[in-house]
């Protein structure tokens, strides 16, 4: 099994920045893309950026610029730095990891509890 730990989330005022992250641990044998989704009150989850174990990004059209994805692959862990943010930016944030564990090939979606964001005006 993998687990997933978020951190980093809380209260900031509009314009202000938060660096979430994001520990895989567990019985790993490998992770591939790694990523961060978001979901706000009322609204579906959506997809913030996504990571893959070479660096690759892909990232929402609406959060480019504000938002960077990193990792660290020999901590697997995924971080998101996350500048000038605004009210529409609180959500619950979730980290994700495309992963298989020790003793198996098969590549499930890891999830983790989520961490809170809110943005003040």
């Known amino acids: 099994q993998v687990q997933l730990v978020e951190s980093g989330g809380g209260l900031v005022q509009a314009g202000g920045s938060l660096r979430l992250s994001c520990a895989a641990s567990g019985s790993i044998f490998i992770i591939n893309s790694m990523g961060w989704y978001r979901q706000a009150p009322g609204k579906q989850r959506e997809l913030v950026a996504s990571i893959t174990r070479r660096g690759g990004t892909n990232y929402s059209d609406s959060l480019k610029g504000r938002f960077t994805i990193s990792r660290d692959n020999a901590k697997n862990t995924v971080y998101l730095q996350m500048n000038n943010l605004k009210p529409e930016d609180t959500a619950d944030y979730y980290c994700?990891?495309?992963?298989?564990?020790?003793?198996?090939?098969?590549?499930?979606?890891?999830w983790g509890q989520g961490t809170q964001v809110t943005v003040s005006s």
């Open positions: 994700t990891a495309d992963a298989a564990a020790l003793g198996t090939d098969a590549i499930y979606k890891y």
